[in-house]
Nanobody, 123 residues
Framework: QVQLVESGGGLVQAGGSLRVSCALS????????MGWFRQAPGKEREFVAA????????HYADSVKGRFTISRDNAKNAVYLQMNSLTPADTAVYYC????????????????WGQGTQVTVSS
């Protein structure tokens, strides 16, 4: 049974930075492509960023490109999302996602979800 546990969400002012983390347990982390999705109130869940199992490839939504960075540490079974230049539009619950194989860039590709962590950006 795979478990994904996010941490690091919180409240930050516009223009600030925040890093959210996700730890995977229960399987061999290095075999999973990992990603982040987010869901704002009243909106559908959307893709944010993904990283290949090796960390050699990444993919970002246009809305976060140049501001967010996804990374992973296979030795720690962890994936991170560094978020810079945050705006109120980034306010959402951020979900960690895992896909055995390729990068999870759509919800249909996600095998496992975390429980989510709230990120709130104040203006």
């Amino acid at each position: 049974q795979v478990q994904l546990v996010e941490s690091g969400g919180g409240l930050v002012q516009a223009g600030g930075s925040l890093r959210v983390s996700c730890a995977l347990s229960g399987r061999t982390f290095s075999r999973y492509g990992m990603g982040w999705f987010r869901q704002a109130p009243g909106k559908e869940r959307e893709f944010v960023a993904a990283i290949s199992w090796s960390g050699g490839s990444t993919h970002y939504a246009d809305s976060v490109k140049g501001r967010f960075t996804i990374s992973r540490d296979n030795a720690k079974n962890a994936v991170y999302l560094q978020m810079n230049s945050l705006t109120p539009a980034d306010t959402a619950v951020y979900y960690c996602a895992a896909n055995r194989g390729g990068m999870p860039t759509t919800q249909a590709m996600v095998s496992y979800w975390g429980q989510g962590t709230q990120v709130t950006v104040s203006s």
